[in-house]
């Protein structure tokens, strides 16, 4: 089984993360007028749209309440993640997962608390058909939760658990 990394570099990790969220935010925010979008290749545009809601534009027409339990959700999961990583027992692959939820997550909060949504700039389409615009944070909290979810089903621990058969 893997060391664990210092709960230290995990959180760092995920500040990293982050802020490389938070730049392209900005980044798009201040290139690209607000609805525009920049075609990249014939299945992926850059777009400048603002997401009131949660994953997916949910609950995005709520007229605006919605935005405080989402800050309030995001900084309970906050700190419920940094005590995971903190745990002795968490694994070096459990707490990449970690980090890279905890960075998108933190992206997030700090782009809704300051726009009052989250800038959304991906635009994955086959044809017509386009997947909800997302960004780097969203990106964070998907992959880290599939990780840790790999990790479950087929990791070390997953393999212990299973009870050997009788001859």
Not at 73 to 80: Q, R, S
Not at 138 to 153: K, N
Request: proline share 5%; glycine share 10%; net charge neutral.
């Amino acid at each position: 089984m893997a060391r664990p990394i210092s709960s230290t570099a995990a959180v760092s990790g995920a500040a990293l993360f982050a802020a490389a969220d938070l730049a392209t935010k900005a980044l798009i925010a201040a290139r690209l007028p607000y609805g525009q979008q920049v075609e990249l290749l014939p299945t992926l545009n850059i777009v400048h749209v603002v997401n009131h809601g949660a994953a997916f534009g949910f609950m995005a027409t709520a007229g605006g309440w919605q935005r405080y339990l989402f800050i309030a959700i995001a900084l309970f999961a906050t700190g419920l993640i940094i005590q995971m990583i903190r745990k002795p027992a968490t694994t070096a692959m459990e707490q990449v997962g970690l980090a890279m939820i905890l960075g998108g997550a933190v992206g997030n909060l700090i782009d809704r608390t300051a726009r009052m949504g989250v800038v959304d700039w991906i635009d994955v389409h086959a044809g017509v058909h386009h997947w909800p615009a997302f960004n780097i944070a969203d990106i964070g909290i998907s992959v880290g939760a599939a990780v840790i979810v790999f990790y479950m089903l087929f990791g070390p621990r997953a393999a212990e658990a299973v009870p050997e058969r009788a001859p």
